[in-house]
C-alpha cells in the first residue's frame, strides 16, 4: 500500500452566509445549476469558475447557507480573486471553527461531542430509533429509556468577562463550570465534573459563549453559574439547555 501526501496539491475556500448561493452565482459558469432543486444539501457537484474547475460540497458549520470549494492549488488564487470581486469577505478559520458554530449551537466532534456523554445528552438524538440492529443499539434504548439524563450540553453565556484589573478577557480551553454558592466545581449523578468543552467571543451576539455539560439539576435557562480562568471566577448564565441557536438569520431554515 503506497499513501501519498496530497497537502500541497489542493486548496479549499469556504463560502458562507445567506447570501453565500447568489453570490456564487455570479461567478460560476451555470448559475442555475445552484439552484436548490438542483444542488440538494449534503450533495457534491462539479462546477466551474473563472474557466476553473471546482468541486463544490454543499455543506456549512456556521449554520447557514454555504459551500465548501475544491480545487487544485494552483487556481485556487483565480478562483478567490472571482469571489472577491463580488465583495466576498475573508475570515480565519476561528469563525467556522468556533465563534460562528457556536452562535448556532453546532457541535464539535472530540470536543463537545465525547464518549463520556452519550447522543442524547449532547441533544443529537433522532425521535426514532431504526428497526435494523446496530452497535450500541441496546445501550441507546436504555438511555432513551431514562426519565432525564443525568446530564445535557447546555450553551453558557458569560455576563462579565472584566478581570480584577479592569482587563476584558475572552478566555479559550477548558474551564471548570462551578456553582457560585459554594464554589465547587458541579459533578453529575455519574462522577463527570463539567467544564467547558468549548469557548469563543461570538461577534453577532457581543458575549463569550461556552458550550459545557451541566448536571439535570442545574440545566435550567437563566441559572448563574461560574467560570475559572487563570484562578478567577467569571459570571456566565445558562442561556440553552441542548441545542438552541443564539443567533439565527434563516429562522432555523440553513438547507433551502
Known sequence: MTITDVSEQFITIGIWGPNARDTLKKVVADPAGLDVENFAFAAIKPIEISGKSVTAFRISYVG???????????DGLAVWDALRATGVMAFG?????????????LRLQNADLITQYNLIEADLARPKVKEADFRGKAKHLEYKARAHQPAMLCTLVMTENTDAEGVARYPVGSLPV???????????ALGRRS??????????????????????????????????????????????????????????????
Not at 447557514?64 to 494552483?74: I, N, V
Open 178 to 188: 462551578m456553582d457560585p454558592e459554594t464554589g465547587d466545581v458541579l459533578i453529575d
Open 93 to 105: 478559520v476561528e469563525t467556522y471553527a468556533n465563534s460562528r458554530r457556536m452562535e448556532k449551537s
Open 64 to 74: 447557514e447557507q454555504g459551500w465548501e470549494l475544491h480545487m487544485k492549488y494552483e
Open 195 to 256: 467544564y467547558t468543552t468549548s469557548i469563543a467571543y461570538g461577534p453577532t451576539i457581543g458575549k463569550n459563549i461556552a458550550l459545557a455539560y451541566l448536571p439535570h439539576d442545574y440545566c435550567e435557562i437563566g441559572r448563574k453559574l461560574t467560570v475559572n480562568y487563570f484562578n478567577e471566577d467569571y459570571p456566565v448564565e445558562v442561556a440553552a439547555v441542548g441545542y438552541k441557536p443564539l443567533y439565527d438569520p434563516e429562522n432555523l431554515k440553513p438547507r433551502t
